[in-house]
């Protein structure tokens, strides 16, 4: 069985880099993030960038993964996989933004694409 291959910082075109090209991802994309923090149980997400993979081979968004870690992992769906998978433990603590700018939060990016809360 094969090890996601999580992503060490956030790619060029991730939505919560400052400097990824806005408008690049759908509106729905950033509705989606905003229901999932509106809700108790959160979700996981895997890095945009690796979406021709299959689900096992898929690695965690390494933008959405310092944003969760910034807040203290609100996800309980993360929590849950972080008891569960060493992979994953790993790689939210070896994550980077790179050096890269970071929306401050996920209202400011989904603002700068066009996206409010409801």
């Not at 945009?48 to 944003?67: I, Q």
């Amino acid at each position: 069985m094969s090890q996601p291959r999580h992503p060490a910082e956030p790619c060029s075109t991730c939505p919560y880099r400052k400097d990824a090209p806005i408008g690049h991802w759908h509106r729905s994309e950033f509705e989606g993030l905003l229901a999932s923090e509106a809700s108790q149980l959160g979700a996981v997400y895997a890095c945009h960038g690796h979406r021709k993979l299959g689900n096992a081979d898929r690695g965690l968004c390494a933008g959405w993964l310092l944003d969760q870690k910034k807040r203290n992992v609100p996800s309980i769906k993360l929590r849950l996989l972080l008891m569960t998978s060493e992979a994953a433990c790993a790689a939210i603590e070896a994550v980077t933004d790179g050096g890269h700018d970071l929306f401050p939060s996920l209202a400011a990016m989904c603002r700068a694409n066009g996206v409010r809360r409801p």
